[in-house]
């Protein structure tokens, strides 16, 4: 089944020191895969990053992801190294479809990195709103507010939901961008046969 309309797909995941708003916060690794048309894995790339900025402050997101500042500096790259790979990577695979599972988080944090605004990449749609979406219509979005609007679903949610199985520990990039491709993976099986549904009904009606 062709799910991505003949394109490769890569979807990727960052681990950073803190949020797009903080100035000292930055990507400490970058991982991602690349998914066939249909759905299959291609190859994955995964890279710690040593971060312009690297001291207390980001303690509390490296209990997170259990990486250490021995860990970035014995084996990490420095930024602009992992962006040249990375859009050599996507070459290779002939690959500018990107997506990520908060895009919105991803793409600010990326563009901190040294050599970023170079890669021509074509962003898709956040994979977590798209998981909102198709949770909220089952009713199996949480809600909040008076007006019980959907919540944002944590990807381990979303992985639940859609029944894609955890492979590796959370929190890091490659092991969290491969479970984000199985839920856009999930979402995609579940529109294209929504699509195949309509068209049969479709043709049944004018028969």
């Known amino acids: 089944m062709d799910l ?15 949020f797009p708003g903080q100035e000292w916060s930055h990507v400490i690794e970058l991982g991602a895969v690349i998914l066939d ?17 690297l001291d207390e ?18 084996l990490g790259h420095v930024p602009s190294y992992v962006t040249v790979e990375f859009f050599h990577w996507l070459r290779q695979h002939q690959c500018k479809f990107v997506a990520a599972y908060n895009r919105q988080f991803d793409e600010a944090m990326l563009r901190k990195m040294a050599g970023w605004s170079e890669v021509d990449v074509r962003w ?12 909220a219509s089952a009713g199996a979005a949480e809600r909040f507010g008076k007006h019980g609007r959907a919540k944002w679903p944590k990807l381990s949610a979303s992985a639940e939901f859609f029944g894609v199985e955890v492979t590796g520990p959370a929190h890091r990039a490659v092991t969290d961008a491969r479970t984000a491709a199985g839920v856009m993976v999930a979402i995609a099986r579940r529109r294209r046969a929504a699509e195949a549904a309509a068209v049969a009904e479709l043709a049944q009606a004018i028969a």
């Open 4 to 18: 991505f309309r003949g394109q490769r797909v890569c979807v990727l995941d960052t681990e950073t020191t803190g």
């Open 124 to 135: 898709l749609r956040c994979i977590m709103l798209a998981s909102m979406d198709v949770m």
């Open 57 to 74: 402050r980001a303690e509390p997101a490296l209990a997170i992801n259990h990486i250490t500042a021995e860990e970035l500096r014995r």
């Open 37 to 53: 048309p249909d759905g299959s894995e291609v190859d994955s790339f995964g890279h710690l990053v040593i971060p312009p900025v």
